[in-house]
């Protein structure tokens, strides 16, 4: 992927025209109590109601309604670690085509039964990004099925984008701040794209683990950076920036924030008391970035994309 291939607003206002019938507009909402504990105004974008429970419904979607009849024939199939799989499986299942899906052997449980509950086929491997790839290519060669990446990919960033259009048509007025979580970075990359067209004003920020921060790193370099060994309890921000998305990052967005475990499960939980609502512990990083830094977001108003809730109710952090 180079700087030469991208993706721009007229294609992620076409991927919601594609998938308006697929997904949902999700709602945004917001809490006083966390108003008050983070001294500034935040609203949060609930990708976690979105199909599948993530934003990935939207990328999915866009890039399984994108092929032709003739690319659909063998059926599609990607690596995940959970939610991506779920929605690909999904996009597939409605369009009758097969989804096969590579998942590390660490996956969470409750993302494994929801690719199979929505027709995907797993395989298994280990849990590094070169066993991902080395199964997926031994799959794809076997059942002739096209490969839909999670996130570096022009259909995939256009249809996540697809929320910063809602967002800015669901406020009245453009937020101080958009934040969104960054794994591999194609919601970043989308609402970037999208936020930068119709909210010139707004701040576009990243949010990751401590423990897989190299979007941040990447940013601050000025040069793509290799995720290495990544240790932390949001395992949908694990995987590595693509390196599409790292050219529209470092074109488009002003800031990767950080947030420690702790403080990561802090947030959740905080959502999951204050708002009933289930997120996961990769959807709460942008609130505990946030958190994190109140002199930095003091009065601001501030729009938080929470990225999902596939979570394993038996296994909570806490």
């Known amino acids: 992927m180079t700087d030469t291939m991208t993706v721009t607003f007229e294609q992620i206002e076409q991927a919601a025209a594609r998938i308006a019938d697929y997904v949902h507009c999700t709602p945004i909402l917001g809490s006083e109590l966390i108003d008050r504990a983070a001294g500034c105004e935040i609203r949060f974008k609930c990708e976690?109601?979105?199909?599948a429970g993530a934003f990935k419904a939207r990328g999915a979607h866009n890039a399984v309604l994108s092929l032709s009849p003739g690319q659909r024939r063998g059926g599609v199939a990607t690596h995940s670690s959970g939610n991506h799989g779920a929605a690909l499986a999904l996009a597939?299942?409605?369009?009758?085509?097969?989804?096969?899906?590579?998942?590390?052997?660490?996956?969470?449980?409750?993302?494994?039964?929801?690719?199979?509950?929505?027709?995907?086929?797993?395989?298994?491997?280990?849990?590094?990004?070169?066993?991902?790839?080395?199964?997926?290519r031994v799959l794809c060669d076997r059942t002739?099925?096209?490969?839909?990446?999670?996130?570096?990919?022009?259909d995939v960033i256009a249809g996540q984008g697809t929320a910063a259009l809602e967002i800015a048509a669901q406020l009245r007025a453009p937020p101080d701040v958009l934040v969104t979580p960054v794994g591999g970075g194609g919601l970043l990359a989308g609402c970037a794209i999208a936020?930068?067209?119709?909210?010139?004003?707004?701040q576009i920020m990243g949010a990751e683990p401590a423990g897989a921060d190299d979007a941040r790193r990447s940013l601050r370099s000025g040069v793509w950076q290799p995720q290495l060994a990544p240790d932390t309890v949001a395992?949908?921000?694990?995987?590595?920036?693509?390196?599409?998305?790292?050219?529209?990052?470092?074109?488009?967005?002003?800031?990767?924030?950080?947030?420690?475990?702790?403080?990561?499960?802090?947030?959740?939980?905080?959502?999951?008391?204050r708002m009933k609502l289930v997120i996961e512990p990769s959807a709460a990083v942008g609130l505990a970035a946030v958190l994190a830094q109140p002199a930095r977001f003091a009065g601001k108003r501030v729009v938080i994309v929470l990225s999902g809730g596939n979570v394993d109710l038996d296994r909570l952090p806490w």
């Open 48 to 51: 976690n109601l979105q199909k």
């Open 92 to 136: 597939a299942s409605r369009m009758g085509i097969s989804a096969n899906i590579v998942m590390p052997d660490n996956a969470p449980a409750v993302k494994v039964d929801a690719v199979r509950a929505y027709g995907g086929q797993i395989t298994f491997c280990e849990a590094t990004q070169a066993a991902r790839e080395e199964a997926l």
């Open 144 to 154: 002739g099925a096209r490969f839909i990446p999670p996130y570096d990919h022009p």
């Open 195 to 202: 936020g930068r067209a119709l909210m010139p004003d707004t």
């Open 235 to 273: 395992d949908g921000l694990r995987t590595s920036l693509g390196e599409l998305n790292f050219a529209i990052i470092r074109r488009e967005v002003d800031d990767i924030l950080c947030a420690e475990d702790a403080a990561i499960i802090e947030a959740m939980r905080l959502v999951w008391t």
